[in-house]
């Protein structure tokens, strides 16, 4: 599987998750709406390997309820 630059495999949860500077152009909203949303507890954020991300899964129930 072909990765890009900002995305990462978590092998212990199965997850595959996004760097916190890659996810505003990931989901395709203005970063203020992820500050947002990540300030208020909505998309949560998770530390791997130093890296701040937010996992792909709860980017697709963002989107969805952004809607």
């Known amino acids: 599987m072909k990765r890009t630059p900002g995305t ?3 092998h212990a949860d199965q997850a595959e998750y ?3 500077s890659r996810v505003a152009d990931a989901v395709g909203v ?3 709406v992820i500050t947002n949303a990540i300030s208020n507890g ?13 996992a792909v899964t709860d980017l697709f129930e ?3 309820g952004a809607k």
């Open 62 to 64: 963002f989107k969805e």
């Open 8 to 10: 990462f495999y978590n």
């Open 30 to 32: 203005p970063a203020h």
């Open 42 to 54: 909505t998309l949560p954020v998770r530390e791997i390997c130093g890296c701040k991300c937010v």
């Open 18 to 20: 996004v760097a916190l």
